[in-house]
């Protein structure tokens, strides 16, 4: 498998090397003297570069390595993108048509993965799986597809974020004796309001000024505040959805989708009811706002998973549990057990 992964990298710098030098002569052909001679042949030959000659081109540096095939549908969608903004406003015919014949393309993809996550779903119903989790669920099924852990991470992050902002206002399934919620009594709540106020007020204001200078800027800043709504609503969301929960053998660590990590309880050296010591000791800070109130610490460093696969190497886990007293006995009776 890692020979597999390594073989990829040479294929990969072909394909970007090559996609560049298309987008870089495609631009150049645009601004020069010769696009205004023969305008219509160019910007169809440029269309047909940039819009299908690049995904053709990922597709054969690809199809003999570890990475999905399927892939080639969001570097069509990018390539399709930098064409509307490469060939000059007028002649988009040649991109309009191709836009409307990929659909039903785009459209089977999503069908497809819908398809696998109720698949994945009703496996788990099977198996009388104990909480369904869509990150996890999601994660799965592209791991299935023959995604690698990290592209299966970010994407299933990117995903999920998306999911909870606009599917997760719904009221949270009620807690069992084994889940706790971490968010209600650290202080998040009152975080949440103020970004979500200030955050809107804070880019209008941005966004006008900012269109003084360059309008190109302002609107780069603009999305930018955009999607930092859409991530702290979706985040947010995911950690109303996602408690902590101590199962049968494991500690599952649902951070929202910020954090997501099991650990055996025979790793677990102690737990603690206190405060994490910013000054004296190195931790994970896995609290939803401030120094947390429980402390976990390991018999030896591991990698916990966070979003966007980002990993990190700790000993010493800091939480803010709601219900903290019965979290770490609870939590304590697993560890003397284990």
Same mark, same amino acid.
């Given at each position: 498998?890692?020979?597999?992964?390594?073989?990829?990298?040479?294929?990969?710098?072909?394909?970007?090397?090559?996609?560049?030098?298309?987008?870089?002569?495609?631009?150049?052909? @645009?601004?020069?003297?010769?696009?205004?001679?023969?305008?219509?042949?160019?910007?169809?030959?440029?269309?047909?570069?940039?819009?299908?000659?690049?995904?053709?081109?990922?597709?054969?540096?690809?199809?003999?390595?570890?990475?999905?095939?399927?892939?080639?549908?969001?570097?069509?969608?990018?390539?399709?993108?930098?064409?509307?903004?490469?060939?000059?406003?007028?002649?988009?015919?040649?991109?309009?048509?191709?836009?409307?014949?990929?659909?039903?393309?785009?459209?089977?993809?999503?069908?497809?993965?819908?398809?696998?996550?109720?698949?994945?779903?009703?496996? @788990?119903?099977?198996?009388?799986?104990?909480?369904?989790?869509?990150?996890?669920?999601?994660?799965?099924?592209?791991?299935?597809?023959?995604?690698?852990?990290?592209?299966?991470?970010?994407?299933?992050?990117?995903?999920?974020?998306?999911?909870?902002?606009?599917?997760?206002?719904?009221?949270?399934?009620?807690?069992?004796?084994?889940?706790?919620?971490?968010?209600?009594?650290?202080?998040?709540?009152?975080?949440?309001?103020?970004?979500?106020?200030?955050?809107?007020?804070?880019?209008?204001?941005?966004?006008?000024?900012?269109?003084?200078?360059?309008?190109?800027?302002?609107?780069?800043?603009?999305?930018?505040?955009?999607?930092?709504?859409?991530?702290?609503?979706?985040?947010?969301?995911?950690?109303?959805?996602?408690?902590?929960?101590?199962?049968?053998?494991?500690?599952?660590?649902?951070?929202?989708?910020?954090?997501?990590?099991?650990?055996?309880?025979?790793?677990?050296?102690?737990?603690?009811?206190?405060?994490?010591?910013?000054?004296?000791?190195?931790?994970?800070?896995?609290?939803?706002?401030?120094?947390?109130?429980?402390?976990?610490?390991?018999?030896?460093?591991?990698?916990?998973?966070?979003?966007?696969?980002?990993?990190?190497?700790?000993?010493?886990?800091?939480?803010?549990?709601?219900?903290?007293?019965?979290?770490?006995?609870?939590?304590?009776?697993?560890?003397?057990?284990?």
């Amino acid at each position: 498998m890692q020979a597999s992964a390594i073989s990829s990298r040479p294929r990969l710098i072909v394909f970007f090397s090559t996609a560049l030098f298309i987008i870089a002569l495609s631009i150049f052909l @645009m601004k020069s003297a010769t696009f205004q001679s023969n305008q219509s042949l160019l910007a169809l030959g440029s269309s047909i570069d940039l819009a299908l000659l690049i995904p053709i081109i990922y597709f054969l540096c690809i199809r003999k390595t570890n990475i999905p095939k399927f892939t080639i549908v969001p570097v069509f969608i990018i390539s399709l993108t930098i064409a509307f903004q490469v060939i000059p406003q007028g002649f988009h015919q040649t991109l309009t048509i191709i836009e409307y014949a990929a659909a039903p393309l785009e459209l089977g993809l999503i069908g497809f993965l819908i398809y696998k996550v109720s698949q994945v779903r009703k496996s @788990m119903k099977e198996q009388s799986a104990s909480r369904e989790d869509f990150p996890e669920l999601l994660n799965q099924v592209l791991r299935e597809l023959k995604f690698t852990n990290t592209q299966a991470n970010i994407i299933s992050s990117e995903v999920s974020l998306f999911y909870y902002t606009f599917m997760g206002w719904k009221k949270p399934e009620s807690l069992d004796n084994h889940s706790f919620t971490y968010y209600q009594t650290s202080g998040y709540k009152n975080v949440f309001v103020v970004a979500l106020f200030l955050l809107p007020v804070e880019t209008f204001a941005l966004h006008y000024w900012l269109a003084t200078y360059s309008t190109t800027l302002a609107w780069i800043l603009t999305a930018i505040s955009i999607y930092s709504v859409f991530f702290i609503l979706g985040d947010r969301n995911s950690i109303r959805h996602r408690p902590i929960k101590i199962g049968l053998e494991t500690l599952h660590l649902r951070i929202g989708i910020r954090w997501n990590t099991s650990i055996h309880y025979d790793k677990i050296k102690a737990i603690e009811l206190r405060e994490a010591d910013e000054l004296s000791e190195k931790f994970a800070n896995l609290a939803t706002f401030g120094p947390g109130n429980v402390v976990i610490i390991l018999k030896e460093p591991m990698k916990l998973k966070g979003i966007y696969g980002i990993s990190k190497n700790t000993d010493r886990i800091a939480l803010s549990m709601d219900n903290e007293k019965e979290f770490v006995s609870l939590l304590h009776e697993k560890i003397t057990n284990s």
